[in-house]
């Protein structure tokens, strides 16, 4: 068995453009990881996508709009959006609190996969 205490790890700012907080994310269990992240209100993360890794949006708290690809979706609390390998993405806070979810990458999240779109 393994067990992380995720919610005692510190909250930071990545330049992405939102408040990340490492839930779960070891060399041990290359199989996925788990950050929750924070987008302010107003906020919008910069276009980036993920090389090599499926990510899952999973929305706690606020409301805002995903642009995936070349499509765009309003998303909520339990709404759950799927990301493959490579794709564009970037999250909008289109409400009035702190939009908030779970970033769920499998493989797990490594910086050298994070491509920043914005910076080409």
Same mark, same amino acid.
């Given at each position: 068995?393994?067990?992380?205490?995720?919610? *005692?790890?510190?909250?930071?700012?990545?330049?992405?453009?939102?408040?990340?907080?490492?839930?779960?994310?070891?060399? *041990?269990?290359?199989?996925?990881?788990?950050?929750?992240?924070?987008?302010p209100v107003? +906020?919008?993360?910069?276009?980036?996508?993920l090389?090599?890794?499926?990510?899952?949006?999973?929305?706690?708290? +606020?409301?805002?709009r995903?642009?995936? +690809?070349?499509?765009?979706?309003? =998303?909520? =609390?339990?709404?759950? =959006? =799927?990301?493959?390998?490579?794709?564009?993405?970037?999250?909008t806070?289109?409400?009035?609190?702190?939009?908030?979810?779970?970033?769920?990458?499998?493989?797990?999240?490594?910086?050298?996969a994070?491509?920043?779109?914005e910076?080409?």
């Amino acid at each position: 068995m393994q067990w992380h205490r995720g919610g *005692d790890q510190r909250e930071y700012w990545f330049e992405e453009g939102c408040w990340i907080t490492e839930w779960a994310n070891r060399a *041990d269990d290359e199989s996925m990881s788990i950050a929750r992240a924070r987008v302010p209100v107003r +906020g919008v993360t910069r276009r980036h996508a993920l090389d090599g890794l499926t990510e899952r949006y999973v929305l706690l708290d +606020g409301a805002g709009r995903a642009e995936i +690809g070349n499509r765009s979706i309003d =998303v909520t =609390v339990g709404d759950v =959006v =799927v990301i493959e390998p490579g794709e564009a993405q970037r999250i909008t806070n289109t409400g009035d609190v702190d939009l908030v979810f779970l970033a769920i990458c499998t493989p797990r999240f490594r910086p050298e996969a994070y491509r920043d779109l914005e910076a080409q």
